[in-house]
């Protein structure tokens, strides 16, 4: 139903359209004359009803604004020896949208199954529902009146062949098929919902004769037709083409801007969260962060916090990029927010393999290992083939330094992992291709010139890219490779020049007093480009774009390296 989920092995394609099978094509002809179905979205007359529909009985009222409708605390569950959910402890507020993510059996479901009364185990644990505490009485009935839900689970359990605004109608008593006729006022609501997710004409038909997608669309209406306090939807548009995944969306926004609407919402896609399809997401940033969260995971836990939540989606980011992973070894340069590649080619999808290195450190899966190990080859053919890497930004295609500092820092942590010398050997073969980015001497420049007049010295800076014609301290990325480089080849070379970047990258940081070009600069503050030639269009050679990444760079290399880097 989604044409972004089509494989890339796929050859041909066979149409199918009111129920009539089209002749087969190949799938390039296909792709040639695909149209997209036309986005359905709800008018704003729709909209507005939907926000002004009146709150029924099923909502909390009356409540302060930092009401919660969920408190877990330290909650555990488990099967025999199985531990599901271990310390669980979190709070939703009325009226808070939250997503819920995880891998398949990371414990979602379990969550969901005890938020929706339907787990025994937590009468056991310390849990508070809509303001009540488990196992003070209540009945199962009194959360379950203010949840509408839908999940594959329940979509697998609906086996009732009822008319589909009966199974709708259900969904107002919180059961699966229906036991007392609904009232007349009861009967319109349904049929409005039904006419709002634009299936009102299914109303009389079976439940059972339906598709899985007009499915799934009745069953996402059945979560609605009560007005609940807290929606929620576990993956509510599996099975649902293009046009009737917006039109959900847009109702579910349309809804939940409703004051004290809560929402749990279960997707595996970014874009259905964020609601821009067409925004990107480059392997740059996305492997710099599922090492980031694996890190900030560990740095709370120091701090005596414990945030598995920043190890969950390291993890998710680290399953996404495996399952998307082509069979030469070859990543991505950047996905859509729906997970579909925007580009395969050029060498920065190796910044994913640092972080499937860590996965495999720490969960000892063989999945990360493997993935890790097929990107790090394939790249690091790609520049020993042609010569050079590319830039990590998705908005230029030139040759650049950027991607091979991760070939290296994936080099000296797969030594780590094996002790393998072929690893050094690549470390080293990577290192003199970036040291051809590395000044190694002092240009000498005019007394009147910004170079001169304000001390800055090219030695231990590096050349941006083929594209950028200036000077950074990007090379602050990768001291701590050099650093270590030089111990385990005992060549004295790669800490000299790590020396002379960090050296460099140190010139002209203001401690407030520093005054350029007329300006006084904060403290801390440093410009990011050093015009080391007359090539394009510049007023200075020391710009006045003050930026923060040199800073963050400077940091990051003092709490790899040490305070004493200098010695």
Known sequence: SKVDDMPDFVTHVVEVENMVVKPKRTLERWQASFKPWAEKVIDEQTENNILTLPYSDNNITDVPDDFHVIDFNNVCIQYGERTILKDLT???????????????????????????????????????????????????????????????????????????????????????????????????????????????????????????????????????????????????????????????????????????????????????????????????????AAVNFFEACDVAKKCGMERPEYERVAYAICDFVVSDQQENGCYAKGWLPNGESIYREGTIGCFLVPAMIEAFRRSGNQKYLDSGLKAYKHYLAELKENGFTTAGALDTWCIDKESSISLLRSAIRFHRLTGSSEFIEDAVAISYYLSTWLWHYDGIYPEDDDFTEYGFHTFGATSVSVQHNHLDPYALYWVPEWMELSELTGDSQWKEKALAIWRNSNQLVSDGSLEIHGHLRPAGSQNEAYFECAWGDYSHRVNDWLVAWPGAFRLETLRRVGFDIDN
């Open 90 to 288: 979190f709070s939703v507020k009325n009226g808070e949208r939250w997503a819920l993510s995880g891998e398949n059996g990371s414990g979602k479901s379990t969550l969901l199954s005890i938020v929706c009364a339907d787990n025994p185990q937590a009468y056991a644990n310390n849990i508070i529902l809509f303001g009540r505490k488990r196992g003070t009485g209540e009945s199962i009935w009194d959360i379950k009146k203010h949840i509408g839900y839908v999940s594959p689970e329940m979509h697998r359990a609906y086996k009732k062949n009822l008319p589909v605004v009966e199974v709708v109608a259900s969904g107002l008593k919180d059961s699966i098929g229906l036991y007392a006729k609904p009232t007349s006022e009861e009967y319109a609501t349904c049929m409005w919902w039904l006419s709002t997710f634009g299936i009102d004409a299914l109303g009389s038909r079976g439940f059972l004769s339906l598709s899985e997608g007009e499915q799934r669309l009745v069953l996402l209406t059945r979560a609605f037709v009560k007005d609940p306090s807290l929606l929620i939807l576990d993956e509510p548009f599996h099975g649902l083409d293009d046009a009737n995944r917006a039109l959900s969306k847009t109702i579910i926004n349309a809804f939940c801007e409703r004051p004290g609407k809560t929402l749990l919402f279960v997707t595996h896609y970014d874009h259905i969260l964020t609601g821009n399809p067409n925004g990107s997401i480059d392997a740059c940033n996305l492997g710099t």
